[in-house]
């Protein structure tokens, strides 16, 4: 016979209970969580003051030009990838070019995070990682223009 572990809890007319631990020690619920890879741990950024995202929302309602082009335009990647400084970083992500410089120091994985995708077509990089997010309301005020094919 196997001695199955328990967890002892007393309820509140102080009588002892006998519940199974649940997942057992060995049981496959923990074997498969053993054996399966776990993500990295990202490390953590601490954010200027200024930059927490309701910073980043009262910038974009302000009125300030985010963008910092005359108007919206077509790019191709040779264009975008002119703009891979931390003064000047671009990128494109489902064919939508965004200016990610006003951002750089909102981004909760801050700005060398941020920065692997300036200068080229960030979509790939972007759905791995933060595929739950609103790209056209969070930097619809940094849209530059629309990703066109080389000629």
Not at 114 to 127: E, H, I, N, P
Request: proline share 9%; charged share 25%.
């Amino acid at each position: 016979m196997v001695d199955t572990p328990t967890l002892n809890l007393t309820d509140p007319s102080d009588q002892t209970l006998d519940v199974p631990e649940f997942p057992s020690r060995d049981g496959p619920q923990r074997l498969v969580a053993a054996a399966t890879k776990q993500p990295r741990n990202r490390e953590k950024v601490r954010l200027e003051p200024g930059h927490s995202p309701l910073d980043w929302a009262k910038l974009t309602s302000s009125g300030k030009d985010l963008r910092g082009v005359p108007q919206i335009g077509r790019y191709t990647l040779e264009q975008i990838r002119e703009h891979r400084t931390p003064e000047d970083a671009w990128t494109a992500i489902q064919g939508k070019v965004y200016n990610l410089t006003p951002y750089l120091k909102f981004h909760p994985g801050g700005v060398k995070d941020l920065m692997r995708c300036a200068g080229r077509d960030g979509t790939k990089l972007f759905m791995l990682t933060h595929s739950w997010v609103n790209i056209d309301y969070l930097m619809d005020k940094c849209l530059v223009g629309f990703l066109v094919p080389s000629n």
